[in-house]
T-cell receptor
Framework: AQSVTQLGSHVSVSEGALVLLRCNYSSSVPPYLFWYVQYPNQGLQLLLKYTSAATLVKGINGFEAEFKKSETSFHLTKPSAHMSDAAEYFCAVSASGGGSNYKLTFGKGTLLTVNP | DAGVTQSPTHLIKTRGQQVTLRCSPISGHKSVSWYQQVLGQGPQFIFQYYEKEERGRGNFPDRFSARQFPNYSSELNVNALLLGDSALYLC??????????????FGSGTRLTVV
């Protein structure tokens, strides 16, 4: 079984500051990990994914995440926040194989607000 | 290219009623998945269909059912609605059945309110 825990339901940063959104995972098999963003009244957009290649993954809009097996973490970072980054962010995990690699298990989300 | 299309965008139903939600995948995509997102929570997996066959089902009661048509569009049906079924229902399509080889594209969802 797979699960993710997002630490902090709400993160507030100033424009231009570092963004750090935390995600820890639990998985009985090697995991694949994802970060999605959701803007108000919209669906989910994939920011980046880790699928066992490079542990540092670069995504869209300047975001990146690092897979750390020893810490079971996959934190999302961006060096400088923009006002347009304000949204809800979801970490998700999927099994890398076997019979359940067809579904995503999401965390509860972290709402990012960016202050001018 | 059109993205994943869901209809309706909003609807209000009364407890005990039945509802049908519709999803049209991206052209060429053969897999459709359904997720329920309750306010303040992450999406939760309900079903996946690939090539018109159910590939997986989440931990939802039998009141929830779905199907996929020959053109790969899909319907999600919920019977005997409860207040707790109020949520945003998201549809995601992909070329293939697994989450990693093929990217998932989500629609904007259907907001269901049960009163």
């Amino acid at each position: 079984a797979q699960s993710v825990t997002q630490l902090g339901s709400h993160v507030s940063v100033s424009e231009g500051a570092l963004v750090l959104l935390r995600c820890n995972y639990s998985s009985s098999v090697p995991p694949y990990l994802f970060w999605y963003v959701q803007y108000p009244n919209q669906g989910l957009q994939l920011l980046l994914k880790y699928t066992s290649a490079a542990t540092l993954v670069k995504g869209i809009n300047g975001f990146e995440a690092e897979f750390k097996k020893s810490e079971t973490s996959f934190h999302l970072t961006k060096p400088s926040a923009h006002m347009s980054d304000a949204a809800e962010y979801f970490c998700a995990v999927s099994a890398s194989g076997g019979g359940s690699n067809y579904k995503l298990t999401f965390g509860k989300g972290t709402l990012l607000t960016v202050n001018p | 290219d059109a993205g994943v299309t869901q209809s309706p965008t909003h609807l209000i139903k009364t407890r005990g009623q039945q509802v049908t939600l519709r999803c049209s995948p991206i052209s060429g995509h053969k897999s459709v998945s359904w997720y329920q997102q309750v306010l303040g929570q992450g999406p939760q997996f309900i079903f996946q269909y690939y090539e018109k066959e159910e590939r997986g089902r989440g931990n939802f009661p039998d009141r929830f059912s779905a199907r996929q048509f020959p053109n790969y569009s899909s319907e999600l049906n919920v019977n005997a609605l409860l207040l707790g079924d109020s949520a945003l229902y998201l549809c995601a399509s992909s070329l293939g059945p697994d989450t990693t080889s093929y990217g998932y594209t989500f629609g904007s969802g259907t907001r269901l309110t049960v009163v």
